[in-house]
């Protein structure tokens, strides 16, 4: 299947901008019809998919452009130096995780604090709740709330429990 640049980009998860990029930067050879338009086939598409994820893990151009030259030389010996490149990349995404790992902790400690302060508030909100409703009950006021309209001094009228 021929895959022109656009659908190219759309297969690999890229634009066609970004994979113009990569044709400049060495990183991918473009077939050329007769009249000069660029196509992909199945395998360029699966090199792009490769570029790109090695790209969205932060491996640096560089990096890449010495990998697809050592690719396509073929020279004895190539192997080990692709490996070393991709060992080096290997480190980088652990110490990567690593520190999304520790950012994660750090979320979640928040959360389970908030989680933690919300719990401790709500039970004793209610607590206060039974504390109010146990005493308007006792005072013969009970008005079936949180609070309870009773005779304040002078015989106004005054609200218990308001701050709830």
């Not at 991918?28 to 790109?52: C, M, P, S, T």
């Not at 030389?73 to 692709?82: A, F, R």
């Amino acid at each position: 299947m021929e895959y022109a640049i656009g659908q190219a980009a759309k297969a690999a998860d890229m634009t066609a901008s970004t994979l113009r990029y990569y044709e400049q930067e060495g990183l991918i050879v473009a077939k050329r019809h007769e009249n000069g338009r660029r196509y992909f086939d199945q395998e360029d598409v699966n090199w792009l998919k490769f570029i790109h994820h090695m790209r969205s893990t932060d491996m640096p151009i560089a990096d890449l452009a010495r990998y697809v030259k050592l690719r396509r030389q073929k020279v004895e010996g190539s192997q080990q130096e692709l490996l070393l490149i991709m060992k080096k990349h290997e480190r980088h995404l652990i110490e990567k995780m690593a520190h999304y790992q520790s950012n994660l902790d750090l979320v979640r400690y928040k959360i389970s604090m908030y989680e933690h302060e919300l719990k401790d508030r709500d039970t004793d909100l209610f607590e206060l709740f039974k504390e109010r409703r146990c005493a308007t009950v006792a005072e013969g006021t009970d008005a079936g709330v949180a609070g309870g309209v009773v005779a304040g001094e002078g015989g106004e009228p005054s609200i218990r429990g308001a701050e709830l």
